[in-house]
């Protein structure tokens, strides 16, 4: 069974930085691709950051030149390194992941818990 374990969310002032972390685990045959949405309260889900298996980066426009994504293909795991950070950036990060399990021919997408990221002002 695959599944996708956030950390690093947590409560810091406006200005201030955090990293996301979202390791992947279980019987992983390939990663194609990881990434980050959020969702506030009362609002819609939305992209934060995606990287795919090349090293491909795409990010939201709220997040450019502030985030940045990455990955280590050894530990499945995906970063999030959030700078400068505003209020509006408070919201519920989720991890997902397209994954390919040993037991499958297919990649499905993969969803974590959700960590809390709240900015103060």
């Known amino acids: 069974q695959v599944q996708l374990v956030e950390s690093g969310g947590g409560l810091v002032q406006a200005g201030g930085s955090l990293r996301l972390s979202c390791a992947a685990s279980?019987?992983?045959?390939?990663?194609?691709?990881l990434g980050w949405y959020r969702q506030a309260p009362g609002k819609q889900s939305e992209l934060v950051a995606s990287?795919?298996?090349?090293?491909?980066?795409n990010y939201a426009d709220s997040g450019k030149g502030r985030f940045t994504i990455s990955r280590d293909n050894a530990k499945n795991t995906v970063y999030l390194q959030m700078n400068s950070l505003k209020p509006e950036d408070s919201a519920v990060y989720y991890c997902?992941?397209?994954?390919?399990?040993?037991?499958?021919?297919?990649?499905?997408?993969?969803w974590g818990e959700g960590t809390l990221v709240t900015v103060s002002s």
């Open positions: 990287i795919i298996i090349g090293g491909s980066t």
């Open positions: 997902y992941a397209a994954i390919r399990p040993t037991s499958s021919s297919y990649y499905s997408p993969y």
């Open positions: 279980g019987a992983i045959f390939s990663i194609k691709s």
